[in-house]
Structures are given as C-alpha cells and as structure tokens.
C-alpha cells in the first residue's frame, strides 16, 4: 500500500482532520495537503516525522510499501521490528484490562493452544479448541458464570470441524430434534443470523438458541416448543458469541 493510503486509512482511524494534524505536528497546511493527496511523490523525512509523531504510527510504516495498511503499530524485539494489525491492537488492550489471575488464564489457555494436537483414531488431523459448558445450577466454576470452558480435541472430518473456532456441549433439549442433549456443536466466531442458530451470552447466562425479531419484541426462540420463549427486555445484556454450524464427532476432552 502506497503512502497515501495509508496516511488516509490512519488519519480516518485517528478521527483526525489535516487542519488538526498541522496544529499538532507544526507541518504547514499546504506541505500536509500535498502530501497526503499525493502530489508530494517523496516528501522530506523531517514532515514526514512530525506526521507520524501526531498520528503514533513508526515511520518505516509508511514508507514501505510492501506493508498491509492494517499493520500500522510496531515494537522492537529481540528477532527486530514485531507489527501488529489493528485485531491483535484490540486483544492487547482487552488483555491489559484483565484482573491478574484472568491473565494467568488467558496465558495458560494459549499455551495449551500452541501445543500440536497430535491425532485420534484413524490418523485424523485434529485441532485442539475449546468447548464452553454449562454449570450445573448452584456449582461454582472459574469464569463466575453459568458456563466454563473445558479443552477438547475434536478430529477434522469435515469443512465444519476445520473450520469451527470453539465448541459448545448442548446439556439439555432445548435443540432436540435438531440436536439431542449430550452433542458438542461446532461453531464459528460471528453473529448468528435471524436464519441461524447462535450461542448467546444473555445478562451472563449462556443459551444455544435463534435470536427472533417481530412487531418490536426481541426474544431467543428454541425448536423445542416445552422450552419457552425468552424475552429480551431493554435492559438486559445481549452478546451473541458464535454460530452452530454442525456437530463435533469423535471427540475427547483434555
């Protein structure tokens, strides 16, 4: 990515204006114009410093071309220069706001993460995830919640389990017929569909359910008809966290 699209993809991130940014980096207007349109083919390294202080991007960003617009923050190492993309900005910052031992855990569950899975029966590849499930009403667990996550090895046999980003253990009938009780789905990390059915984290409490909109009411809805309707009232906290998008076969836990 050029200079130019760059300096236009940042200051659009930053929320900032050119007559901003000549306030804050002391470069004249006219030099910032030209050089953020692209009329200024090479400018002088000393405005373009200026720029990159206002705008907290490292300079070798934007002149190299060869890097991706969204690798815009960098940090020295031992193996030199580390970049880091806008989604691995925002786990970093997510990360600092944790309680010490919520650190502990994250650091413990991308170690077990990073270790090969090895392979199950009949020489599978498999992938090593996790699988959230649901605590048993009145038990404690680590998260404070109704749910807590457990490793699972799951074997790759097919588009759904290669592709599945977590696991779900289904303890009820709520999804029967669909799904009977005792079934780890798969699921990919993105909002479910009116279509799809979708883990939703509702005022910390976790269901597998389709998320229904009608004449203004909002509410989770189960195939089974014994398990009713769940109104979602306006200030209840909605979240939803992935979509079921099969079932997980073959599957040991850790």
Partial sequence: MSMTEKLAYIKKLRHL?????????????????KIFSGQTKNPAVGPVDKITQVLRIPIHYLLDDELPIEYHVSTSTDDGILLLSSEEIQFLMKYRDLEPHSKRAVDTMTELLNMPPGRLAGNLPVKRTFCYVTAPPGDSNPLGDSFFLRPVLIPETDAAAREADFAVLLTNGSMEPLYSAGTILLCKREHASRQEYGLFLLNQEAFIRRLYYKRGITKLVAPNLNFKDII?????SLKCIG??????????WE
């Fill in 243 to 252: 979509t079921i998008t099969g079932i997980a076969h073959g599957c040991r």
């Fill in 232 to 236: 979602i009232h306006e200030n209840d």
């Fill in 17 to 33: 204006t050119t007559e901003e940014i000549a306030q804050q980096s002391g470069v004249p207007l006219g030099t910032l114009n």
